[in-house]
């Protein structure tokens, strides 16, 4: 059972434009999430997180969303910029979990100058 | 520091031998974890440590694998008897606590 989704596996953006990542998750026990971005040959670099109990988080050009009703997060990159393009992890873990994540698939991102 | 270090990067093996990875982990950081990660999928846990004990075991992680930290610092992961079902990349993170993963850049497995 996938408890963390994503549903659409490529997003194309040009350069300047909003990019929105979307996420959907299963499980209401989840407490914590994150996204992770990751180039080709790399490991998964995190990008920004958020709380179960907060709806917003913001760093830089990064903002996450959460709305824990419809059990969805959302990832917005304003203004997109060629170096984001990268394949984007969102990551739930339950509390006391030993900071264990479960991954979605993966959205790949390409930002077109 | 110089982050999270895996080895060997790449290994091409024959279905049915035994390969072993190393990773090492940011010096201060008690926990480390492996993932494992297939064509088109995130990350799956399989396992983490907590200085030397192991502390979960994913189902993923049948009784060909086995992984230790034997003194808290380094850890391997071994596969015995590897099928083509095995090849993905293997990634490993360590943590101070909760949430602060770093990630190496991950040794992708061929069983050919």
């Known amino acids: 059972d996938q408890q963390v989704k994503q549903n659409s596996p490529s997003l194309s953006v040009q350069e300047g434009r909003i990019s929105i990542l979307n996420c959907d998750y299963t499980?209401?026990?989840?407490?914590?999430f994150l996204w992770y971005k990751k180039y080709p040959a790399e490991g998964p670099t995190f990008l920004i997180s958020?709380?179960?109990?907060?709806d917003k988080n913001e760093d830089g050009r990064f903002t996450v969303f959460l709305n824990k009703s419809a059990k969805h997060l959302s990832l917005h990159i304003v203004p997109s910029q060629p170096g984001d393009s990268a394949v984007y992890f969102c990551?739930?873990?339950?509390?006391?979990?030993?900071?264990?994540?479960?991954f979605g698939q993966g959205t790949e991102l390409s930002v077109k100058p | 520091d110089t982050g999270v270090s895996q080895d060997p990067r790449h290994k091409i093996t024959k279905r049915g031998q035994n390969v072993t990875f190393r990773c090492d982990p940011i010096?201060?950081?008690?926990?480390l974890y492996w993932y494992r990660q297939t064509l088109g999928q995130g990350p799956e846990f399989l396992t983490y440590?907590?200085?030397?004990?192991?502390?979960?075991k994913s189902r993923l992680l049948s009784d060909r694998f086995s992984a230790e930290r034997p003194k808290g610092s380094f850890s391997t992961l071994e596969i015995q008897r590897t099928e083509q079902g095995d090849s993905a990349m293997y990634l490993c993170?360590?943590?101070?606590?909760?949430?602060?993963?770093?990630f190496g850049s991950g040794t992708r497995l061929t069983v050919v």
């Open positions: 993170a360590s943590s101070p606590r909760d949430y602060g993963y770093t």
């Open positions: 499980n209401s026990m989840f407490d914590y």
């Open positions: 958020i709380s179960s109990i907060k």
């Open positions: 990551a739930a873990s339950l509390y006391n979990q030993g900071g264990k994540l479960i």
């Open positions: 010096s201060e950081h008690n926990r």
């Open positions: 440590f907590q200085n030397e004990a192991q502390l979960e």
